[in-house]
T-cell receptor, first 118, second 113 residues
Framework: EAGVVQSPRYKIIEKKQPVAFWCNPI?????LYWYLQNLGQGPELLIR??????VDDSQLPKDRFSAERLKGVDSTLKIQPAELGDSAVYLC????WGPGSGRLNEQFFGPGTRLTVL | AQSVAQPEDQVNVAEGNPLTVKCTYS??????LFWYVQYPNRGLQFLLK??????LVKGSYGFEAEFNKSQTSFHLKKPSALVSDSALYFC???????????FGKGTRLSVIA
């Protein structure tokens, strides 16, 4: 099966410019996650969607970050305006949430978008 | 709140020797524990998980992990390391239910030929 697809893989912008990242989750996965990974750190959740609904966006800096998941499939994460400290890798993941164990709830990660803000 | 500690930033091991990457966790309910591996410029790849049942969990690429409830640990192990195992390893935890994963800061494993 195709994995989680993210684009672009790399992005270099100047500070104060806008930037957008796109994620296409695994087909049929109802839950989508955006994570931020700083250099030398583990991923930290920014926002989690269940279908179209953002169910956890408590860590999303809403003054400059926004996200959407129209039709409960693809998702876009936007930063406007970008700051130097936003340089990081932005990871998208998806999972099929449901009761029980097995492969359900396992998160599959995309390759990430490496953002450099100059 | 959940948390994960990976006490070693770097682990070096000779090829063919056993390896251990340490992880301890804190969670309010029953822990769901995961190990992921990250190669350069790649996303995280799932290795194994513990949900319930046998404390010794076997995963991909010959890796296994042992859940120890009394020590709140979930160390990753492999009997014989390969150079190709060199990567960044992340331990993650969530409590029961649909809650997000909390990751450790990662341990860089270097296997030397």
């Amino acid at each position: 099966e195709a994995g989680v697809v993210q684009s672009p893989r790399y992005k270099i912008i100047e500070k104060k410019q806008p930037v957008a990242f796109w994620c296409n989750p695994i087909s049929g996965h109802n839950t989508l996650y955006w994570y931020l990974q700083n250099l030398g750190q583990g991923p930290e959740l920014l926002i989690r969607y269940e279908n179209e609904e953002a169910v956890d966006d408590s860590q999303l800096p809403k003054d400059r970050f926004s996200a959407e998941r129209l039709k409960g499939v693809d998702s876009t994460l936007k930063i406007q305006p970008a700051e130097l400290g936003d340089s990081a890798v932005y990871l998208c993941a998806s999972s099929l949430w449901g009761p029980g164990s097995g492969r359900l709830n396992e998160q599959f990660f995309g390759p990430g978008t490496r953002l450099t803000v100059l | 709140a959940q948390s994960v500690a990976q006490p070693e930033d770097q682990v070096n091991v000779a090829e063919g020797n056993p390896l251990t990457v340490k992880c301890t966790y804190s969670v309010s309910g029953n822990p769901y524990l995961f190990w992921y591996v990250q190669y350069p410029n790649r996303g995280l790849q799932f290795l194994l998980k513990y949900i319930t049942g046998d404390n010794l969990v076997k995963g991909s690429y010959g890796f296994e992990a042992e859940f120890n409830k009394s020590q709140t640990s979930f160390h990753l192990k492999k009997p014989s390391a390969l150079v190709s195992d060199s990567a960044l390893y992340f331990c993650a935890v969530r409590d029961g239910g649909h809650t997000p994963l909390v990751f450790g800061k990662g341990t860089r494993l270097s296997v030397i030929a």
